[in-house]
């Protein structure tokens, strides 16, 4: 018989390798995982994502639209009141008294300034966006008694905005179905400050927002008094509504809003369908003068809610 011969290792050596072994096993480093695969949003973080976007592009509309194109909404209005004003004033048909809302009522010139605009009936947000307008509760410029005028100083071509600059002396001429009437400051006031004196019965009060401040309450007032004697009312209304007080704010845009924002929607979920079955110029030509539509009415609507002043 022959003898196999044993090519096995020691057990000494043998145990000391499977401890080195499992020595490198335990510190060798894990495999390093791939980054997962980008997954686009959820559903709910999707909506979320185009409902902000939307809502700023929104709020970034109705902020350009207020500064700056409604300065030309503003002048356009104006132009159209002057033209009715001068018929009622040639046809001797000019309002001595109470009115609807938002019709011309009297021509305002403020030489100092350069201000020449119609005041409106009317004092809540959208009376303002067309002119200065006259509070409803108070005789019109010229009539016995105190007479107030708002005016915007931030927004919508913003005709007061200059008034807390007016000094002791200059005028304010405001011609109505009745005349023509000069008035002479006499001095500027905010909250706080002393009224007027009770021998200045006839006059004329000018009232914005403070652009210094532009803080709620900050309202500054121009008073000025009558030059000669005035003339007879023939009434006003008792009390107004809490839009057309100072710094009021005006509610009554809400559905039109709603139904703006309605529109863009529907505007786009028609571009969304229609995409790819149309060529992309004609969704433009179709698009395009909805969606501006839209904005533009959603910017006026949205606009009535900043206080009046603004």
Same mark, same amino acid.
């Given at each position: ?46 909506? =979320? ?27 356009? =209005? ?5 033209? !009715? ?24 010139? +403020? ?32 009539? !016995? ?12 071509? =913003?005709?007061?905005?200059? +008034? ?5 002396? &200059?005028? +304010? ?19 706080? &400050? ?37 003339? +007879?009312?023939? @009434? ?50 179709? @698009? ?23």
């Amino acid at each position: 018989m022959t003898a196999t011969a044993d090519v096995s290792a020691p057990p000494d050596e043998a145990t000391a390798a499977q401890r080195a072994a499992r020595v490198r096993l335990r510190r060798a480093p894990a495999p390093r995982r791939p980054p997962p695969p980008w997954q686009p949003p959820g559903d709910r973080r999707l909506v =979320a994502l185009v409902a902000v976007v939307v809502l700023l592009g929104l709020t970034a509309w109705s902020v350009v639209q207020a500064v700056a194109l409604g300065a030309l909404s503003q002048s356009r =209005a104006q132009n159209v009141l002057h033209s !009715r004003l001068r018929e009622q004033l040639a046809g001797q048909t000019a309002p001595l008294g109470t009115v609807q809302p938002g019709d011309p009522v009297a021509l305002m010139t +403020i030489p100092t300034l350069g201000v020449e605009q119609v005041v409106v009936e009317g004092t809540a947000s959208s009376d303002l966006q067309a002119g200065p307008g006259h509070r409803r509760d108070t005789p019109l410029p010229g009539q !016995r008694g105190a007479s107030v005028l708002y005016g915007k100083a931030l927004t919508w071509g =913003a005709p007061f905005r200059s +008034i807390s600059t007016l000094t002791v002396g &200059d005028g +304010i001429t405001a011609t109505t179905g009745q005349g023509s009437f000069v008035y002479r400051v006499i001095g500027v006031r905010r909250g706080g &400050d002393p009224l007027p004196p009770a021998t200045a019965t006839n006059r004329l009060t000018l009232a914005s927002v403070d652009v210094h401040a532009l803080m709620p309450g900050d309202v500054v007032y121009v008073d000025a008094v009558l030059v000669g004697d005035p003339v +007879i009312g023939t @009434g006003r209304v008792s009390a107004i509504p809490d839009p057309e007080k100072a710094l009021g704010t005006d509610a009554g845009g809400l559905p039109l809003l709603a139904v703006a924002l309605a529109l863009l929607l529907a505007a786009a979920l028609a571009t969304v369908s229609l995409h790819g079955r149309l060529p992309v110029p004609v969704l433009w030509t179709l @698009g395009t003068p909805v969606v501006l539509a839209a904005l533009w009415l959603a910017g006026d609507q949205a606009g009535q809610l900043l206080p009046n002043l603004f």
